[in-house]
């Protein structure tokens, strides 16, 4: 008998622990059984594999800590669950623990602790939604096997970045410094030529939570219910000004004239100087935005709603989002102050004139963590759990995308000369990137329209959406996801793909004669 390579001993495997509701039972034996046919270098437990006459919690917690690896399978029954609530406290007070979100079911996950991870399967999308759940299920599957393959991220020194997530990235007016806030308790000052840290400036405990840069030389930070000034060349502090709420933690910062708005999750004040701004009491402050150059501001909030005011009387209100608002950036331009928002559920939103004028486009399966404008205000880049994405401003389409496979963007900021976008991530990384704005191709016309629908939906299964409405959006953004350049014509880039092949022509017909405008006519000689 021919020798067999011998199988590592099962305590050096990794252990793969699934946390789930069992009304989901049947999907998440499913999705095991498709993992486990991919992931042979690992080890799956789960509740059925607990002996007769073994205490359930004491086997559950042995497990759980002995895992290297937590996969949480989310739907409504499994947030509402108390071993799922327990199970996911202690995984999050875990250290050296990957912990990966799965959806299976539309649920309010993003609201979660969890909703900081990358999710699975791909952009979020709840398994039970998926045309097809197979296939959502092989996506999970792959993305295990990645984790299982993969070496888990390091920790990053604080001399060379942070050592938990980043919260904000402020950028200074010349565009030469940055500062990114983070959960470790420090705020870093980063060159922006080198993408080199030039100073770390340490608080007295717990999360920065937002930072401020109004000039070249000071920064401000939030950290507990303090602001703390900053020499921001060498980041020694200068002073430390206490809200008059000291029980309640700020949460967002922003310039305004004669001041800096300060916002706790209850309250607004002014500083310095401490001026209360009335505000509504309800629903939690999750973020304001003012302008230098004027009093008024916005306020965001937990449950959606943006209220607009000026000074401290309440000018206009209104719900704009069906999840919490993540952050807002007030734009003046000749034709007055326009604010960009997005939100926890993946939409992005444009205010003009107020609340009641706003355009909201849906950008993302995953939530988004953090936006900034363009200086231009014709686009914006948003963090999402599973990528950054430029968003064009006026239609919603995305015009580039660069993926992530394993840390997710948390937050995120572009230079004044909108030239770079600065990012952190989950781990505490901080990056920087070039933006290129060339103009992409317009989308072609006619048939050759229908062949880039037709060929896109091959190359990416996900937009087959697009076989029903022609969606333009979903089309003028396929080249980014084929992470082709601006110049590349993407029709021909499918065409080369699959060659030979050409759609239906009874489809074409149809599609032609459904949606004469949005085909057109290809342009010839009179």
């Not at 199988?7 to 509701?21: D, E, G, M, N």
């Not at 895992?67 to 406290?89: G, H, N, T």
């Not at 231009?376 to 880049?381: E, N, Y």
């Not at 489809?507 to 290809?522: D, E, F, H």
Request: with cysteine; hydrophobic share 40%.
């Amino acid at each position: 008998m021919a020798d067999q390579k011998p199988q590592p001993p099962a305590s050096s495997r990794p252990l793969i622990y699934v946390s789930y509701s069992r009304r989901d039972r049947k999907l998440v034996e499913q999705m095991l059984e498709a993992i486990r046919a991919v992931v042979t270098q690992a080890d799956l437990f789960y509740d059925v594999q607990i002996r007769p006459g073994d205490s359930i919690s004491d086997t559950l917690l042995e497990r759980l800590n002995e895992a290297s690896i937590v996969l949480f399978c989310l739907s409504p029954d499994a947030l509402k669950s108390r071993y799922c609530q327990r199970e996911m406290e202690i995984g999050l007070r875990s250290t050296g623990k990957r912990l990966v979100p799965i959806i299976l079911k539309p649920c309010d996950w993003a609201t979660s602790p969890l909703a900081r991870f990358m999710a699975l399967p791909s952009d979020a999308k709840p398994v039970s939604t998926w045309k097809n759940p197979e296939h959502a299920i092989s996506d999970i599957a792959r993305a295990v096997k990645a984790i299982v393959v993969s070496p888990a991220p390091q920790a990053h020194p604080s001399q060379s970045g942070h050592t938990d997530r980043v919260r904000r990235i402020a950028i200074n007016p010349r565009g030469t410094r940055a500062v990114s806030a983070s959960d470790d308790g420090t705020a870093v000052v980063w060159d922006l030529a080198t993408l080199q840290p030039t100073a770390v400036m340490r608080h007295r405990g717990g999360p920065v939570t937002d930072v401020l840069l109004s000039n070249d030389d000071t920064v401000v930070t939030a950290n507990g219910n303090e602001l703390c000034h900053w020499d921001l060349r060498v980041g020694t502090l200068l002073g430390r000004a206490p809200t008059e709420t000291p029980a309640d933690a700020i949460v967002s910062i922003s310039e305004i004239s004669g001041g800096t708005l300060v916002a706790t999750s209850k309250h607004v004040v002014l500083m310095p100087g401490g001026d209360a701004l009335t505000v509504r009491a309800g629903s939690p402050i999750t973020t304001v935005a003012g302008s230098k150059s004027g009093n008024r501001w916005v306020a965001g909030f937990a449950d959606g709603d943006c209220d607009v005011y000026e000074g401290s009387e309440l000018a206009a209100t209104a719900k704009v989002a069906k999840a919490p608002i993540v952050q807002i950036h007030a734009q003046r331009f000749a034709d007055g102050l326009r604010y960009v928002s997005c939100s926890a559920d993946g939409h992005l939103q444009v205010m003009t004139g107020g609340p009641g004028h706003v355009r909201d486009f849906l950008v993302s399966a995953a939530p988004l963590s953090g936006i900034a404008p363009m200086p231009d205000g014709k686009c914006a880049a948003v963090a999402a759990f599973n990528a950054i994405k430029l968003i064009d401003l006026s239609t919603g389409a995305i015009l580039r995308e660069w993926p992530f496979a394993n840390d997710p963007p948390t937050a995120i900021a572009v230079t004044p000369d909108g030239a770079r976008i600065v990012w952190g991530t989950a781990s505490g990384v901080v990056s920087a990137r070039s933006i290129d704005l060339t103009t992409q191709r317009p989308l072609p016309v006619g048939e050759d329209r229908l062949r880039l629908a037709y060929l896109a939906v091959l190359e990416l299964p996900e937009l087959w959406a697009v076989l029903e409405s022609l969606d333009e959006s979903a089309l003028a953004g396929v080249g980014s996801q084929l992470q082709l350049g601006p110049d590349q014509d993407v029709l021909q880039a499918l065409q080369s793909r699959r060659p030979g092949i050409e759609p239906p022509p009874l489809w074409m017909a149809w599609m032609t004669s459904l949606y004469p405008s949005k085909v057109g006519k290809p342009q010839g000689p009179r």
